[in-house]
């Protein structure tokens, strides 16, 4: 793979830890971080994440690919101007909802030069000094929508996800929005609802922080997620998260009801029924 | 500490890696294992968690300190059995739940050689494979109800704690099984039932499989519990686990709501309120 000027839009979780395995991997000749944070723009450079800081416009022209790493509701409204500029150079977000996104791109006249994909990778924290080396591998990479974009944008595509250690389905954007409410999006709104249920009920603070437990922090550490990234999801990728909440709220009340009379049975059917999870979770 | 004898009632997650940190700590001099099925028994040999296996009224005679690592309700049955044929030995149990325990053994004519405990640590797995090394250390033992046991044998407990990592906490078991129902239990329900509704909506097992994010597996892995371990404890902490169910559905419709308003403010609200869940877990 010949290596590439790069234009990293968001030098955050996401952005800086792609940044960094491109950089890694030689991807990348040079990356030239965009950001509208201030602060961020500093970190980013110190942690050396990205070679220099330019606005918008001067990355793109000087770059071949523009990688966009920002939430999804700025996404929506950046990346029409940024195809706007784009001659020849390939775009690439990496946004967690798909459908909006591709369905505002369409008939755009440099709708090709863009791909959009979804690297199933994250934390709980944000901003350029949550970005890790080796962030990706191991895990999936979704192309979305792969007929819509030039064969020679997908290909590269493609290759560097394969190259940070990432592999590669192919899907369109509304199969994606689904999925992902279901293996992503449910997980995070459990979490928050979680933290606030014993944030609400448990008032005594250092009784949290003495007895949690591992499980504990494992199903609440979502929660400390950031609202700026995650509120635009839901809203963007509502209807299907509300279908999957409202099922999750039915699954509750059934544990509800057996506990209600007291009937063991009929709560170990249930946990019986999750356990058949163990198949599918390492 | 000089090494005691110790007998070991159930030689799954929580007896067998209690058996390795009580051996590698040199607290035990010997350890006899009892334990009701034949194929944990002869693993919990092979994988040299105790020394030997042997019916429970010998290893009782044999012993100095009597641990019993089963599920709750049949410690409820087991525990006054193991008392009425004790003469100096300490008696401590482990389980996940301590009011229905402590109150069944008042006014027993050995009720001081008992000890009421429960080491927080756990995982997804049981059974004498799922023992670990350095299973304890740096989490929290809590004793319960210490006014009730003999003075020697608590300072035998909590040096024994102390000695495997454990930093010591002590309450009334009313106040443990509520807190418990928070910091550990209701995560269990919240695990169980998601994975329930993935399994219900996601019919594509395959798609769960390859797109699951590590976020995924952390809020699901608990569903992985054993049913003969927590339906027991749902059971006996059913009015405080009912409790924080129902506040955790009206968190989760507070979500619902916002999201059917297409009110984004309100998630941010409630998103930035679960936030505040950073300051608590590391």
Redesign the interface.
Known sequence: MERKRICMVGTGLMGGSMALSLHQEKISSKVIGVESDPTHAREAIELELVDEIAPLHEAIEASEVIVLAIPVDAMVRLLPEVLDRVNNQIVIDLGSTKSLLVNSMKGHTRRGRYVATHP?????YSGPRAALRNAFRG??A?ICNAHESDEDALQWTRAMYSKIGM?L?EMEATAHDL??A???H?????????????????R??Q???????????????????N?EM???I??QN?DN?????????V??????EC??K?D?EC??K?????????????
Do not use: C
């Open positions: 199933m990778w994250g934390t709980e895990n999936a979704i592999h389905l999925h992902a279901y293996v992503s449910i997980s995070h709104i459990t979490s928050f609802a979680l933290a606030n249920t014993v944030l609400e009920k448990e005594e603070e009784a949290i922080f003495e007895l949690a437990s591992a499980g504990f922090a494992s199903t609440v550490r979502l929660a400390k997620s609202a995650w509120v635009p839901f809203m509502r998260v509300l279908d999957v909440l409202k099922e999750h709220i699954q509750l009340q059934r544990f509800r506990l209600e007291n063991g709560l170990g249930l946990i019986k029924e999750s356990n058949k999870i163990r198949k599918i979770i390492n």
